[in-house]
């Protein structure tokens, strides 16, 4: 079973705001990544991070910004949130190019 | 053209039947293959994997792959309403970096 913890799993906020959403894996994988994900669409990578101080960005470009300073931590950051930007935010981790774990997701809602 | 192709159904089934779900790829080089399955806002969660070709069974899961017809099936024997989902494909090559791919999944509604 995989251990990767994503909060808030909920959050409405307010047009302009700065939001983090938080990620934690605890399988000490190298590779972690950000999916964004519309109600009943596909997955789209938004940012994926191959180890500590590596973040690249996904094919879906995306206004968010990640940071990688520690193995097990990869937040996602939105400096200033629009309506266009609610979604499912899912985290994800992997040892290799087959096993993908996410997370529970998140659940972001901007009015 | 998408690389994976998945039929989005939605796909409604009586409690007890075999279902088959299919994806198809035109990547030659694909050789990770996995099912994941995502309840309603809830991440996916893996289901199977396999590698190159073959069948994989477990429990009242199957899945296959045939590499010369670039198709992957999972059979869901005896089906179950918590088995109600969406169901995703994805695989990778084993080279050129790590991106897998995902179907858009398949919509399985599960009836009692």
């Known amino acids: 079973e995989a251990d990767i913890y994503q909060t808030p799993r909920y959050l409405v906020i307010g047009t302009g705001k700065k939001i983090t959403l938080e990620c934690s894996q605890t399988?000490?994988?190298?590779?972690m990544y950000w999916y964004q994900q519309d109600p009943g669409m596909e997955l789209h990578l938004i940012h994926y991070s191959y180890g500590v101080n590596s973040t690249e960005k996904g094919d879906l470009s995306s206004e968010s910004t990640v940071s990688r300073i520690r193995t097990e931590h990869f937040p996602l950051t939105l400096e200033s949130a629009r309506p266009s930007h609610t979604s499912q935010y899912l985290c994800?981790?992997?040892?290799?190019?087959?096993?993908?774990?996410f997370g529970e997701g998140s659940w972001l809602t901007v009015v | 053209q998408k690389e994976v192709e998945q039929d989005p159904g939605p796909l409604s089934v009586p409690e007890g039947a075999i279902v088959s779900l299919n994806c198809t790829y035109s990547?030659?080089?694909?050789?990770?293959f996995m099912w994941y399955r995502q309840y309603s806002r809830k991440g996916p969660e893996l289901l199977m994997y396999t590698y190159s070709s073959g069948n994989k069974e477990d429990g009242r899961f199957t899945a296959q792959v045939d590499k010369s017809s670039k198709y992957i099936s999972l059979f869901i024997r005896d089906s179950q309403p918590s088995d109600s989902a969406t169901y995703l494909c994805?695989?990778?090559?084993?080279?050129?970096?790590?991106?897998?791919?995902f179907g858009a999944g398949t919509r399985l509604f599960v009836k009692a």
């Open positions: 990547n030659s080089a694909f050789q990770y």
């Open positions: 994800a981790s992997s040892e290799g190019r087959n096993t993908i774990y």
């Open positions: 399988m000490g994988h190298d590779k």
């Open positions: 994805a695989m990778s090559a084993s080279t050129g970096g790590f991106k897998t791919i």
